[in-house]
C-alpha cells in the first residue's frame, strides 16, 4: 500500500510526494494523518491525502512515524479542500494552511506551552422574547426539511425568473440555506442568539462570521453574555500560540461557539450545526490573495457536503440589511424578512445636503450650515454624534498651483496623502504600498513653492471638528488608529460608555455597532466612490451609507442623518434617503442584466503583472488571444464564455508593478481556464468570482 503526502509548502512542482506504507502502519494509518518521512536526507512531517494499491513506477521510501492517532481533517474538510483547490485554480499547498496551524506541520508537539489566564464570562444577560417576525423567522429555519445530498452535475443551473421571464444562470438554493433581509435595528442579531442556543442545545457547533476584526469584541461580548458560554474566537491577528489553542479547543469540542473573521470557516468542526454570516454583503467575505475564496461559496459547499457526510446537516443563515444583489437574487425563494425596527426604535430621518448650493452660499467649511447645528444640538442635548468619511488622512492630493503637477507614489502612480499627525509629524502617505515620505518644500517638477493639499480625509475632520466643537471629546477611528493590537476596542468602549461624545471614522465604524444614545450621524462627502470605473460602485455606496445611517436612533428616539453631496440626485442616494432596498434593487438588477454582469453570468478575471509596461500589455495580448482562439475551436466552449477582454487596470502600476487584467464572462469560464496548458497560466493570477473588475 502506497500513501500520498500533501505539504503546507511547494516541493518541486509535484503536489503529493508518494511514500510506502510499512505493514505494521496498515491498521491503523488514516486518510488525514500526521506523518513523518525522509526526504533529501531530513525527516519531513506531512498529511496522508490518498491511500492506493497502485505502486508507483519509481523508487519509493517508507513512512517513518505516525504523528497522531486521529486524522486531523475530517473526510468532509478533505473533499472541501478539494474542491477549493479545483474551483480557485489553488494549489493545495496554500489551502492546508487554512485548516491546519503551521505548528502542527513543523511537527511541533501538540499541546500549549503558555499557561492561560482564567476566562471569565462576562455579566449574564436574559434573552429577548422575539417578535412575530423573529419567531416566524426563527421557526422557518429551525424545522425546515432537510434535502438529501445529490451530486450536482453543474454548479450552474437555468432557472426560470418570475421577474424577468427569462432564463438566467444562478446557483440553487436549497431549504437548508436562508437569508435573513432585515433593515438595520430590526433584530437580526438577536434572531442569531436564539438560533445559536438551540443548536448549542442539541449539542451542536455554531460558528458566527462577521465581516471585520473590529467588530469581533462586540459580537464576543453579546454572544457570551447572552449564552453564558466561552467562545473560540478566530481572526487574521492572532498569534501563532492563539491559532493553534483555539484550533485544539474547537476540534476536541471544548468550545462549540466559534466566532470569528473569514477564515474562521475553516475551523475543525466535527460536529457543526449552524453557520451564520453576517453582513453577508460585505466585500471582506472575499479573500484577495490566493486561494482567492468567497466566504459564502466555502460555506454552501460545506452545507452541501454535510448532507452526505453528517446526520444533521448544516443549516447556513446569511444576514444583512442590504443583501449584495447576488445574495437577494439567488436567495430570493428563502428570504425572511424583517420589516421593523425593535420595540419603539424608529428608522432615522435622513437629509440629503446639495454642497454645490452651500458653496454659492459661500460655505467654504466641510461642515454645510445644517449639518453643524445639528452636532450643536445634539451635544447640548447630551447626544452623541458619529462623523464618517471613507477617506483617511488630511488630504487627498498635494498639487503645485504654479503647474498643476500632481505629487504621486514613485510605486504606484497614484496621488499620494497628506497625513498631519498620523506619525507625529507631517508626512505623505500612499495607502496602497505603504511608502511613507517627506513633505515637499517646492514643486518637483518646476520647483515652485506654491504647494497646496487638495480634499479632505479623516484627520482633516479631526481637526476641524476640535477647532468648531472645543469642549466635546472627539475621536477617530480608521486604519491608522486602530493598528496596534485592542486599540479599536478601546475607542470603541469609550465611545460605549458616553466618554466620547463625537466618533469619528471610515467604513469600520458602519458596521453592527449598536451605541443607543448616537442621535446623530453625519456623512461628510457621499461622493468619494461614487464615480469609480466598477460595476459594483453603486452597490457599496448604498450599501455603506445605509449602514452608516443605521447607526443612528436605535432606541426609542428615531435619530438624525446628513448626507452631504455634490450628486444628490443619484440613485444610489436617493435610496438610501427613502430606505428603499427594493427601488435600488430593481434598477442595479436591471444595469447587471443589460450588461451581462453578475447574477446574470460568472466572472473570472486574469491578472498580468510585469515591472514593464509593455511587457504587460503583450503578455494579456497573447493570452487573450491563446483564450479566444480556445473557444473558437470548441463548440462545447461556446456555451460557457461569452466575453473575454483585456484591458489596463484601474490603477495602472502597484507596488512597482504595471497591471493588465483579462475578464472572461459566461455561465462557466473556469471551463475555458482547464482548457488552457497550467504552464501558460504560471505567474498569472486567477480570480473566480471576483468583487472588482479594476
Keep these: 500500500m502506497y500513501a500520498q503526502i500533501a505539504f503546507q509548502q511547494k516541493i518541486g512542482d509535484q503536489e503529493f510526494l508518494t511514500y510506502k506504507i510499512p505493514e505494521n502502519f496498515l491498521p491503523t494509518l488514516k486518510i488525514g494523518q500526521l506523518v513523518e518521512f525522509p526526504l533529501r536526507k531530513k525527516i519531513r512531517t506531512g498529511l496522508v491525502w490518498q491511500i492506493t494499491k497502485t505502486e508507483p513506477s519509481f523508487k519509493t521510501f517508507e513512512i517513518s512515524k505516525i504523528l497522531n492517532e486521529e486524522p486531523l481533517l475530517t473526510p468532509l474538510q478533505i473533499e472541501l479542500a478539494n474542491f477549493i483547490k479545483d474551483y480557485y485554480f489553488t494549489p493545495l499547498f496554500k489551502i492546508l494552511k487554512l485548516f491546519i496551524p503551521s505548528k502542527i506541520f513543523k511537527g511541533k508537539e501538540m499541546r500549549v506551552n503558555k499557561k492561560t489566564k482564567e476566562e471569565k ?39 426560470n425568473s418570475a421577474q424577468t421571464g427569462i432564463n438566467i444562470p444562478v446557483k440553487t438554493a436549497s431549504m437548508n440555506k436562508f437569508l435573513i433581509h432585515g433593515i438595520t435595528g430590526s433584530g437580526k442579531t438577536e434572531i442569531y442568539i436564539h438560533l445559536a442556543k438551540h443548536y448549542l442545545d442539541k449539542q451542536q457547533q455554531v460558528l458566527i462570521l462577521v465581516p471585520e476584526i473590529s467588530l469581533t469584541p462586540q459580537t464576543v ?15 487574521s491577528r492572532l498569534s501563532e500560540g492563539e491559532k493553534f489553542k483555539m484550533w ?39 479573500q484577495d490573495q490566493s486561494p482567492r475564496y468567497l ?121 499620494i496623502t497628506y497625513h498631519a499627525k498620523t506619525l507625529g509629524k507631517p508626512v505623505t502617505i500612499c495607502h496602497h504600498c505603504g511608502q511613507i515620505g517627506k513633505i515637499p518644500i517646492n514643486c518637483p517638477n518646476c520647483k515652485g513653492l506654491n504647494i497646496r493639499f487638495l480634499g479632505i480625509g479623516t484627520e482633516r475632520i479631526e481637526e476641524e471638528t476640535k477647532k468648531l466643537f472645543k469642549n466635546a471629546h ?51 462627502l457621499a461622493d468619494i466612490s461614487l464615480n469609480l470605473p466598477d460595476y459594483r460602485t453603486s452597490e457599496r455606496n448604498f450599501q455603506l451609507l445605509t449602514q452608516v445611517a443605521g447607526r443612528a436612533g436605535r432606541v426609542k428616539e428615531p435619530g438624525e442623518v446628513i448626507i452631504q453631496t455634490y450628486n444628490p440626485d443619484h440613485f444610489a442616494l436617493q435610496a438610501t434617503q427613502n430606505q428603499n432596498y427594493n427601488y435600488f434593487y430593481n434598477i442595479e438588477r436591471a444595469q447587471r442584466q443589460l450588461l451581462n454582469y453578475p447574477p446574470f453570468t460568472q466572472m ?32 462545447e466552449l461556446k456555451k460557457d464564455v461569452t466575453e473575454i477582454t483585456a484591458y489596463p487596470a484601474f490603477i495602472p502600476r502597484l507596488h512597482n508593478k504595471y497591471r493588465y487584467r483579462i475578464l472572461i464572462k459566461g455561465p462557466n469560464p473556469s471551463k475555458l481556464l482547464n482548457k488552457i496548458d497550467q504552464k501558460t497560466l504560471e505567474n498569472i493570477k486567477i480570480d473566480i468570482d471576483p468583487i472588482s473588475t479594476s
Excluded: W
Design 121 to 159: 464570562l462576562p455579566t449574564k444577560k436574559d434573552f429577548n422574547n422575539l417578535s412575530a417576525d423573529q419567531q416566524k423567522a426563527f421557526d422557518t429555519i429551525t424545522n425546515s426539511q432537510q434535502i438529501p445530498y445529490v451530486k450536482p452535475e453543474n454548479p450552474i443551473e437555468q432557472k
Design 221 to 235: 461580548e453579546y454572544f457570551e453574555s447572552r449564552l453564558q458560554v466561552k467562545a473560540a474566537v478566530i481572526h
Design 248 to 286: 485544539k479547543d474547537i476540534k476536541s469540542n471544548q468550545k462549540p461557539l466559534v466566532i470569528g473573521s473569514r477564515s474562521a470557516i475553516f475551523s475543525p468542526f466535527t460536529n457543526l450545526g449552524l453557520i451564520i454570516i453576517d453582513e453577508e454583503h460585505e466585500h471582506s467575505y472575499k
Design 295 to 415: 466566504t459564502h461559496t466555502v460555506a454552501e459547499k460545506i452545507q452541501e457536503l454535510s448532507t452526505k457526510y453528517q446526520n444533521n446537516p448544516v443549516k447556513l443563515v446569511l444576514g444583512s440589511a442590504t443583501p449584495s444583489i447576488e445574495t437577494a437574487f439567488r436567495y430570493q425563494d428563502v428570504t425572511l424578512t424583517l420589516k421593523n425596527r425593535i420595540g419603539e426604535a424608529r428608522l432615522p430621518n435622513i437629509q440629503i445636503v446639495d454642497m454645490r448650493e452651500e458653496f454659492k452660499k459661500g460655505n467654504k467649511s466641510i461642515f454645510s450650515e445644517i449639518l453643524a447645528e445639528k452636532i450643536t444640538k445634539t451635544l447640548n442635548e447630551r447626544k452623541q454624534v458619529i462623523l464618517f468619511l471613507n477617506r483617511r488622512g488630511s488630504a487627498s492630493s498635494i498639487v503645485c498651483r504654479d503647474c498643476g503637477y500632481k505629487l504621486t507614489c514613485q510605486n504606484c502612480d497614484i496621488p
Design 474 to 524: 472627539v475621536l477617530r477611528a480608521d486604519k491608522d488608529t486602530t493598528s496596534r493590537k485592542n486599540s479599536f476596542e478601546q475607542i470603541y468602549s469609550s465611545f460605549k460608555k458616553g466618554e466620547t461624545d463625537i466618533l469619528i471614522g471610515t467604513q469600520m465604524i458602519g458596521k453592527g455597532l449598536h451605541i443607543p444614545n448616537v442621535n446623530l450621524v453625519g456623512v461628510i
Design 604 to 635: 473570472a478575471k486574469l491578472s498580468i503583472e510585469t515591472k514593464k509596461f509593455l511587457d504587460a500589455k503583450k503578455k494579456a495580448e497573447e493570452l487573450e488571444s491563446t483564450l479566444k482562439l480556445t473557444l473558437s475551436k470548441n463548440q
